[in-house]
């Protein structure tokens, strides 16, 4: 922002608004990854709880000898 | 920074305004950077490494279920160490865990492997146990139990049958 005088504080405004917006939009969608791993690992958790449950369930009946 | 170039100069009053602003918004970044994306960027690794481990302990249900699907023996069964013989295609199947990291072999096994082929499955472990349920002498299941290092609390168990369901 060259200017023989000076520069207006319009265009220093816009510029920071500008920067804030960026920054807001990076950590934005970095917490958005966040949130997803999140939710991920929830669903993950909870499906290895119900197969664990269902081999639980399979090894017994391979067991039992009245199945 | 914006070049202030002015050969008239400029006055200390603009001088004073970009400075303040300029300060502001430096405080604010480094203000989010510290509270909002280093706690994000590592709960973000965090959540990865719990992901890869719950991957691994998908792969070795997927062995484990491909074992028992085919007539199969035994040939190490240790707290860290399994080890089992596919009869049909005549190749043995290991996993183990070992300094901090779980792997998976695939070769010949005869007091030792003589032809193999290891991968890494998992890293940044703490703790790897295999537990063997049995009932009657007869194997009936195997559970996979990992403690990951970014979060001893959150261990991963994984309990897989070794036989069947008969229809």
Known sequence: MRAK????????????????????????YIIEVKITQQQA??????????????????????????? | MIPMN??????LISFLLYLMLFSMVAFFTAHIITSL????????RHYKSLIALHIASDLFVRDIRIMRNKPHS????????????IDDDNYDVGWHYRNN?????????????KQRKA?????GINQGTFTIESHNNH?????????????PKKTIKCYVATQKQEK
């Open chain 1, 5 to 28: 005088n000076g520069f207006l504080l319009v265009e220093l405004m816009i510029g920071l608004t500008i920067s804030i917006f960026f920054i807001l939009i990076i950590t934005h």
């Open chain 2, 139 to 151: 194997i009936i299941g195997i559970e996979m139990t990992l403690i990951p290092a970014v979060d």
């Open chain 2, 37 to 44: 994306l280093l706690p994000t960027l590592s709960a973000t």
């Open chain 2, 119 to 123: 991968s890494v499955v998992a890293t």
């Open chain 1, 41 to 67: 690992i929830k669903t993950i958790e909870a499906l290895s709880l119900s197969r664990n449950q269902r081999e639980k369930i399979v090894a017994q009946k391979s067991n039992d000898p009245y199945e």
């Open chain 2, 101 to 113: 990291r779980l792997e998976r072999t695939e070769g010949l096994y005869s007091q030792g492997w």
């Open chain 2, 74 to 85: 035994w040939k190490v069964m240790a707290l860290h160490e399994l080890i089992w013989h």
């Open chain 2, 6 to 11: 002015n050969k008239n100069g400029f006055s």
